[in-house]
């Protein structure tokens, strides 16, 4: 039997409005069938953000912490209730090198960009309302 889950990802960065090294990033999940010893579904959750690279930025974390809070689907409009924190490390990190010169894409030669994957395994029970994972990271001076 297929499961569907609807999983809601929301990814806030917040950063202080003179700093600029986060550009952005996306988180995605695979689902890795049903752990036996629990019957909890199993999921890779893989956070990749993007930063530049140059000047006096802050760096990569080693870990991202990301809340997990299950969608109440008789009030799916009232607040999201936390269930656990799950740790995200950072699995790779490295320099992303610009399109050659003649290429359709516009962008600055001069920008170094890093990109940064987090990765975690974990477990779910399953959940008509599926879930919110949320991953916040603040900027410091």
Not at 26 to 53: E, H
Request: glycine share 8%; with cysteine.
């Amino acid at each position: 039997m297929q499961k569907i889950f609807c999983f809601l990802v929301f990814l806030f960065l917040f950063v202080e409005t003179h700093a600029t090294h986060l550009m952005g990033g996306s988180m995605t999940y695979t689902y890795n069938g049903v752990d036996v010893a629990t019957g909890n579904d199993k999921f890779k959750i893989s956070l990749i953000i993007y930063r530049y690279c140059e000047g006096a930025t802050a760096p990569l974390d080693a870990s991202l912490q990301m809340g997990v809070y299950p969608q109440d689907v008789n009030a799916p409009n009232d607040d999201k209730i936390w269930q656990e924190t799950v740790v995200l490390n950072l699995t790779s990190q490295q320099i992303i090198e610009p399109p050659a010169i003649g290429s359709t894409c516009n962008f600055t030669a001069n920008v170094c960009v890093e990109k940064g994957v987090f990765e975690a395994d974990i477990l779910l029970a399953p959940s008509a309302g599926g879930y919110h994972l949320a991953v916040e990271r603040c900027s410091q001076r």
